[in-house]
């Protein structure tokens, strides 16, 4: 069985605009907030950021939908946001193999070892986001974006 680390690392200052996430937009929420890094890495294959800027709860919500898609497509992409960054998934068998324009490198997992990833990131994202603001579920935007990661 590979090796599927998949998590997430909320930088400090994420919220230096203030951001208010009980009354934030949807865009506030998806590419403003809860900025930080992610740590990945399939066996010895890294595809971690070190970048403190990526949007958490964006990442979490685009992940977690590529690989909802994945069977019917055979092939899909994450680009991180505002830059040239890209994940690139394609589900051979049961198995995906996961590169990068990034990273040199390949990993290959199992699409269910992934989707348990994901879910795990999800819910630390999630998690993160109410310790933040705890009256972030009453924001109606946010209570959408996240109907379909629980």
Known sequence: ?????L???LDPAWNRAGVDL???SETDLRYRSLLGDVEFRIGDSDFSTQWGWIPLLDFALGLTDVLMRLPDSRLESFEFTESGAELRFELRGGEVEVRSNF???IGHAPLEV???AAQG???QVL???RMEA???DANPDFERLVRGLR
């Open 1 to 5: 069985m590979t090796d599927v680390v």
């Open 7 to 9: 998590t997430a690392r």
């Open 22 to 24: 009980a009354s934030a």
């Open 103 to 105: 990273a040199a490198a």
């Open 114 to 116: 992934l989707r348990r």
């Open 121 to 123: 990131l999800a819910e």
């Open 127 to 129: 998690s993160a986001a």
């Open 134 to 136: 705890p009256g972030v």
